[in-house]
C-alpha cells in the first residue's frame, strides 16, 4: 500500500530541520534532563553509602526524574510547533494560496499535526540514551519505560491538536498560542490531582483512576493498576483512550472550523464528541461511583459535582453560538430532531440532552442497586441545568451574535448561580448564623439539591427563612424549568430584534 | 459557451455593497481588463471568482461549473494571483513550485520538467535553488506566476501583478503576460493604472463602486464612451478667435475647447470626413500650424468614466 502523498506534511519536516532552531531545541531538549539526572545523581550519592540496593533506588529516581521533565518538555514544546499552524499561514498570506490547491482541509491539518508529532518523536528518541542509564541501573521494568514513551507521544499528539485547533479558532498566532498554553495549563492541572493520588496512594479508601491522563502520572504510575466498575486496567489504557479522543475531537474542530468553501462536519463532530463523552463518563463514574463494595455518600457527593460540572460545560459549548437561524419558530428550530445534524445554539440544547442522558446512562448501568434512585434524581437535577443554561446560551447567542461572548456569559452565569448563593452561608467566627431571606437564593443554586440526592442527604442548609419547605431537589430543577422559558422568550424577541437590524437588500 | 460567466454577482460585507451585480462572459482566449480604482471591488470580484469568497448572490461560472456549487472543480481549471501574497521562509524556489504542484495533484514524475518549464518561462531558471525569501519583489511576483501556471490552468486569475514593481520589474511582468497570451491563456487582469494594461488586453471593463460601468471590446469601449474623435488643431494666436467661431458651424464637430496653445475638438464623423474640417478652416482664412487625432487611449476613457465618481 502507498501512502497517499501529503505536500503539507512534506514541507513541514523539510523546512523544520532548516536553520539552527531545532537543533537549540534538540539541545535543549537532551541537555535540560542530562542537567538535572547529574545533580541528582551528585545529591544522591552525596547522602548514601554506595551499596547494590542504592543502585535500584537510584535506578528509579532517574527514571522518575528524566520522564518527568520530558513530561514539562512536551507539554511546554509541542504547543508552540502548532499553534501557528493555520493562524500563521494567514498571517504571512500564504493561507489563500494553499487553500485553494487541491489539497483537501484535512491534508492541511492533519500535515501540520503529524508533522509537530514527528519532531516531538524525534527529541523522544534523543532522550533514549538518557532513559537506558535507568536500565542500567536497574530497578525499572522494559514496559514501563516503553509505556512511558507511549504516553509522551499521545500527550504530544493531545498537545499538538490543542495549539492547531487554537490556531483555526485564534484571529492571531499569538492569540492562538496563548489560547493552546491557557487550556493545556488547564487540562495539566485538572489532571494533577488524579495523578498525584496515582503517585501517593489513593485518597480516602477509594481506588483512582485515570492518574496517567496527566503526563506526570502517565510516566511515574506504570505499574499500578485501576479499576473501572470492577474491571481492572494497566492507567496507560484509559489514559491513551482519553488523551487520544480528545486529540481526534480537537483535530476534527480545526478541521471544520477552515472557512469557504467549509464542508460541514458537525455530524462527524458532534458523533465523536458524543464517543468521547461515553468514554470520559465510563472512565469517571468508574471510580468514583458508588461501588457494590459499599455505598459511600462521600463519592455520591463527588460524582454530583462531575456531572454538575459537566452539564454546565455541555450548555456552555453546545447551546452557543454566532447568533441563531432568522426562519422557522424558536421552539422548532430548539425540539426538531432533525436539527441535530447543523451546528448552532438552537440545536445544541437537544444535543447536549443526548449527552447528558449518555452520562446518565452509564452512572444508572454501573452503580448499585441501592444508589439508583439517587442517580435518577441526579439526573433530572443535570437536565434541569442544562435546561437553565442552555435557554441562557441560547439568549446570549441570539443577543451578542458571537460564540465566544455567549460561551463566556454563560459560563460566567453560571459560575454566580451555583457558587454565588452559597457565599450566604459563610460564617465568621463561632456564633452560628442567622437565617435570612437571602437564604432564598439557595434555591438557585444546583448544590444544595445535590446535597439532599442520596436519600438520606443533610438538612443542614434547610433554614426557617426559606419560602418552600420541599426539599431543594425540588424547588430548584422546578425554578430553573420557569427560568429557562423566561430566556426562551427573551432568546426570541433578541432574535426578532436582530432580524429587523439586518438592512433590507436594495 | 463562454468560459468565464459572471451573473449579476454581488457580494455584500456587514455593511458595504463591495460588488453590485456584476454581469460578464469571457470566450477562450480573451485577455480581460479589469479596471477601477482601490476599493473599487476588483479583489473581491476576483476572489468570488477564485473559490475563496462566498458570492451573496448571483453566479460564477468557469467552464460551465458554478464556482459556489463545486468550487473543487473550478479550482483545477484556474491560476489566481492575489495581490498580495506571502511566500514561506526556509523554502527554495525549486521546493516552493514542487510544494504547489503536488498540492495540485500533479503526478511526481512530470513535476521535474514542468517547474523547469515554469522556471524557464518566468526566467527564474538561475534562481531554482535560492531560497524564496532572498528573491526580489519582482522575482517573487514572477514566482507567484510560475506557481499558477504549475497545473496548467485554463483561466488566470491575475491581482494587481505588477503593482508595488519598480519599472523594469513592470516591462518584465507585462512581457510574461504576453507570452501568456501567445500560450492561449484566458486571462483576468486587474490594475488600478491603465497604461499597464493598454497594450496586451482584448477586452476591458472599468468598475467603479461595484459596478461595472462600461465593459467590451477596447475599440468598440473608445467609440461608445468618445463618441468619435479628439482632434488637437494649433493655429497663430491671432487667429484663435477666428478658428473658435468658425469650426462650430462644421459638420460633426460637437464641441470646441481651448486649451492652452490648442484647440481640442470633438469630432464624430468619420475619417474621411475629417479633412473637411482643415478645408473649412482654410477656406475661413485661418492659418493652421498642426492638425492632428489625438491619441485617446484608455487613461482618457478612465478619466471620463470615472469623472466625478471617485469616492
Ligand atoms: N473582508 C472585508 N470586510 C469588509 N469590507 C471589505 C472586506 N474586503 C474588502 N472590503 C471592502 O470592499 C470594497 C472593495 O474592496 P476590493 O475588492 O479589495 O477593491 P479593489 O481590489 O478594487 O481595490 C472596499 O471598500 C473594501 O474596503
Ligand atoms: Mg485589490
Redesign the interface.
Known amino acids: 500500500m502507498r501512502f497517499p502523498?501529503n505536500?503539507?506534511l512534506?514541507?513541514e519536516l523539510?523546512?523544520r530541520m532548516?536553520?539552527t532552531r531545532a537543533y537549540w531545541i534538540l539541545f535543549a531538549y537532551v541537555g535540560l534532563p542530562s542537567l538535572i539526572v547529574f545533580l541528582t545523581y551528585a545529591t544522591y550519592t552525596a547522602f548514601q553509602s554506595g551499596n547494590g540496593q542504592n543502585a535500584f533506588q537510584l535506578g528509579k529516581v532517574f527514571y522518575s526524574t528524566v520522564f518527568t521533565i520530558q513530561a514539562l518538555l512536551v507539554g511546554i514544546i509541542t504547543p508552540a510547533l502548532t499553534a501557528g499552524g493555520v493562524s500563521l499561514e494567514k498571517e504571512?498570506?500564504?493561507y489563500?494560496?494553499?487553500?485553494?490547491?487541491?489539497?483537501p482541509r484535512r491534508g492541511i491539518i492533519l500535515g501540520k499535526l503529524l508533522s509537530a508529532t514527528l519532531f516531538v518523536a524525534l527529541l523522544l528518541t534523543a532522550s533514549l540514551p538518557l532513559a537506558s542509564l535507568c536500565f542500567l541501573l536497574g530497578g525499572i521494568a522494559p514496559s514501563q519505560v516503553i509505556t512511558a514513551y507511549v504516553l509522551l507521544l499521545s500527550c504530544a499528539f493531545l498537545y499538538g491538536a490543542v495549539g492547531i485547533a487554537a490556531s483555526s479558532v485564534a484571529k492571531s498566532t499569538t492569540n492562538a498560542t496563548s489560547l493552546a498554553y491557557t487550556v493545556i495549563l488547564i487540562l495539566f492541572f485538572c489532571t494533577l490531582p488524579l495523578a498525584i493520588a496515582g503517585i501517593t496512594g489513593p485518597f480516602g479508601g477509594n481506588g483512582v483512576g485515570l492518574t496517567a491522563l496527566n503526563p506526570i502520572g502517565a510516566v511515574s504510575s506504570g505499574i499500578n493498576s485501576e479499576v473501572y466498575f470492577g474491571l481492572s486496567l494497566s492507567p496507560w489504557l484509559p489514559a491513551l483512550l482519553v488523551n487520544g479522543m480528545l486529540g481526534v475531537v480537537l483535530t476534527v474542530a480545526a478541521i471544520h472550523r477552515l472557512e469557504?468553501?467549509r464542508s460541514d462536519r458537525t455530524p462527524l463532530l458532534r458523533t465523536l464528541c458524543a464517543a468521547f463523552t461515553l468514554l470520559l463518563a465510563f472512565f469517571l463514574y468508574g471510580f468514583t461511583a458508588p461501588q457494590a463494595a459499599g455505598v459511600s455518600g462521600n463519592s455520591l457527593m463527588a460524582v454530583s459535582i462531575l456531572t454538575l460540572l459537566a452539564t454546565t460545560l455541555i450548555a456552555a459549548i453546545f447551546a452557543t453560538g454566532d447568533g441563531l437561524p432568522t426562519s422557522g419558530g424558536l421552539i422548532r428550530l430548539i425540539f426538531d430532531p432533525r436539527r441535530l445534524r447543523t451546528g448552532d445554539a438552537a440545536s445544541g440544547l437537544l444535543y447536549g440532552v443526548l449527552l447528558v442522558l449518555i452520562c446518565g446512562a452509564v452512572l444508572y448501568i454501573g452503580t448499585t442497586n441501592s444508589s439508583r434512585p439517587a442517580s435518577l434524581r441526579l439526573v433530572l437535577l443535570s437536565l434541569s441545568l442544562l435546561w437553565l443554561l442552555g435557554t441562557l446560551g441560547i439568549w446570549f447567542s441570539a443577543a451578542a451574535r458571537s460564540r465566544w461572548a455567549a460561551l463566556t456569559a454563560t459560563l460566567a452565569a453560571a459560575v454566580v448561580v451555583s457558587v454565588g448563593p452559597m457565599c450566604t452561608q459563610i460564617t465568621v467566627g463561632n456564633s452560628p448564623r442567622r437565617p435570612t431571606v437571602l437564604d432564598n437564593l439557595l434555591y438557585l443554586s444546583p448544590f444544595p439539591a445535590a446535597s439532599e440526592l442520596s436519600g438520606s442527604g443533610s438538612k443542614s442548609l434547610r433554614t426557617p427563612a426559606l419560602l418552600f419547605q420541599a426539599p431543594f431537589r425540588m424547588v430548584t430543577p422546578a425554578l430553573y424549568g420557569l427560568l429557562g422559558i423566561g430566556f426562551l422568550g427573551l432568546a426570541e424577541r433578541a432574535r426578532r430584534a436582530s432580524r429587523t437590524v439586518v438592512?433590507p437588500?436594495? | 459557451m463562454p468560459l468565464v460567466e459572471l451573473v449579476n454577482l454581488r457580494k455584500e460585507y456587514k455593511t458595504l455593497v463591495a460588488v453590485k451585480g456584476l454581469s460578464l462572459t469571457l470566450e477562450p482566449g480573451d485577455i480581460f481588463g479589469f479596471i477601477g480604482p482601490n476599493g473599487a471591488g476588483k479583489t473581491t470580484t476576483i476572489k468570488m471568482l477564485a473559490t475563496l469568497l462566498e458570492p451573496t448572490s448571483g453566479i460564477a461560472r468557469v467552464n460551465g461549473i458554478n464556482v459556489a456549487e463545486n468550487p473543487e472543480a473550478v479550482r483545477s481549471l484556474i491560476g489566481y494571483m492575489p495581490d498580495a501574497f506571502g511566500v514561506y521562509d526556509d523554502f527554495k524556489v525549486w521546493e516552493y513550485l514542487d510544494f504547489f504542484a503536488a498540492a495540485y495533484k500533479v503526478p511526481k514524475i512530470d513535476r521535474p520538467g514542468l517547474i523547469d518549464m515554469a522556471l524557464d518561462l518566468t526566467t527564474l531558471t538561475e534562481k531554482k535553488d535560492a531560497y524564496v525569501d532572498e528573491l526580489s519583489r519582482g522575482m517573487k511576483q514572477r514566482l507567484c506566476l510560475a506557481k499558477t501556471l504549475i497545473h496548467d490552468p485554463k483561466v488566470l486569475l491575475l491581482d494587481e501583478p505588477a503593482s508595488g514593481l519598480d519599472p523594469r520589474a513592470r516591462i518584465e511582468i507585462k512581457e510574461l503576460l504576453k507570452e501568456l497570451k501567445a500560450m492561449g491563456k484566458t486571462i483576468i487582469v486587474s490594475s488600478h493604472i491603465l497604461p499597464e494594461l493598454a497594450d496586451f488586453c482584448t477586452s476591458v471593463g472599468i468598475i467603479e463602486r461595484g459596478e461595472l460601468i462600461v465593459a467590451g471590446p477596447i475599440e468598440a469601449i473608445m467609440k461608445q464612451v468618445l463618441g468619435g474623435r479628439v482632434l488637437e488643431i494649433r493655429v497663430p494666436d491671432i487667429d484663435r478667435e477666428k478658428a473658435t467661431a468658425l469650426l462650430p458651424s462644421v459638420e460633426h464637430v460637437k464641441s470646441v475647447k481651448r486649451i492652452g496653445e490648442t484647440l481640442r475638438v470633438d469630432y464624430s464623423g468619420t475619417l474621411d470626413d475629417q479633412s473637411e474640417v482643415l478645408l473649412a478652416l482654410i477656406h475661413g482664412g485661418v492659418r493652421v500650424q498642426s492638425f492632428a487625432e489625438q491619441d485617446t487611449d484608455l487613461e482618457d476613457i478612465f478619466l471620463r468614466v470615472t469623472k466625478g465618481l471617485v469616492a
Do not use: N
Open positions: 502523498e505536500p503539507v512534506t514541507k523539510r523546512t532548516r536553520g504571512q498570506r500564504t489563500d494560496l494553499l487553500s485553494l490547491s487541491l489539497l469557504y468553501p438592512p437588500a436594495s
